[in-house]
Every structure is written in structure tokens, then in C-alpha cells.
């Protein structure tokens, strides 16, 4: 493994984080019920967690999630906690370049499988947002029930 891939470090505490956390912010949120970018976003929504939908493909409003165009279109002052990036990972770097464009910064963006960025993780790093690559949804599971 690459010694930039941003895989949840051994000490980092993944019930603590689950804790924590209130605002989720699903950048690449699917309509597509048999999709990642949707199922996950449902299960941390209907886990008690404030899901944002990001995905400029819908409105103000889809599937019962507030949804915006973009990162930026979040209205500023909107404390989000993660960013859960389902997107490819040639542009999670554009999407860790939004993320620490945003007032409050969120602490964390994770990767789910299938979208880690090891120039993204470092960018993160560099921003001061804690970079994690994990199915939150799995993670979730295991560590906050």
C-alpha cells in the first residue's frame, strides 16, 4: 500500500468519529437505488445523521435529502462534519480542492472503496481535513451500533 492512501490509521478511533458526527455531505449522491452513492446516504440518513445530496443532476430536494449543485452551493456558515466522496477518483482532487474551500471546513473526507485518491489524501492532509478511505456504511456497522 502507498504510503499517502489515506486507510484509517490504526490509532484513529472510529466509534469516537461516528460519535462526533452530525453532518454528512454524499458528494456523487445517486437516484439509483441499487448504487452506492444512494443506499449509503439512506442508511446514514435513517442511522440519525443530517445527509446532504450533492449532485447537480436534481433539485433543491431528492429522495428526502436536501440536495445542492455543489459543495459551494452549501449556504456558508453550514457546519458540515465528512464529506463521502462517490465519485472517481481523477476528481476527488477537484473535490478536496472544494472541501477546503468551505467556511467552517469540514474535518474529514473519506474515500468510500472504489474512489481513494492518494494525491487527493495528501491534499486533504495538507488542507488539515483528516483523510479516510472507508465504506462509512460498513464502518458504521461495526463501530456505532
Same mark, same amino acid.
Given at each position: ?32 437505488? /441499487?448504487?452506492? +452513492? ?7 440518513? /435513517?442511522? +440519525? ?25 452549501? %449556504? ?10 462517490? $465519485?472517481?477518483? =481523477?476528481?476527488? %482532487? ?10 467552517? $471546513? ?11 485518491? =492518494? ?5 486533504? $492532509? ?18 456505532? $451500533?
Amino acid at each position: 500500500m502507498d504510503h499517502e492512501h489515506a486507510a484509517v490509521p490504526a490509532e484513529f478511533d472510529l466509534k469516537q468519529f461516528f460519535a462526533e458526527i452530525k453532518t454528512i455531505a454524499v458528494v456523487g449522491y445517486s437516484d439509483k437505488p /441499487d448504487r452506492a +452513492g444512494h443506499y449509503v446516504a439512506h442508511y446514514l440518513a /435513517d442511522s +440519525g445523521y443530517e445527509v446532504l445530496a450533492i449532485n447537480p443532476k436534481f433539485g433543491d430536494e431528492v429522495n428526502g435529502l436536501t440536495c445542492y449543485a455543489n459543495l459551494a452551493a452549501i %449556504p456558508a456558515g453550514t457546519h458540515v462534519d465528512v464529506i463521502d466522496v462517490f $465519485r472517481a477518483p =481523477p476528481f476527488v %482532487p477537484e473535490v478536496v480542492a472544494a472541501v477546503a474551500g468551505m467556511e467552517p $471546513r469540514p474535518k474529514y473526507i473519506v474515500m468510500q472503496p472504489g474512489a481513494e485518491n =492518494p494525491a487527493a489524501s495528501q491534499l486533504a $492532509r495538507e488542507a488539515g481535513i483528516v483523510p479516510l478511505d472507508l465504506c462509512m456504511m460498513a464502518m458504521h456497522k461495526v463501530w456505532a $451500533r
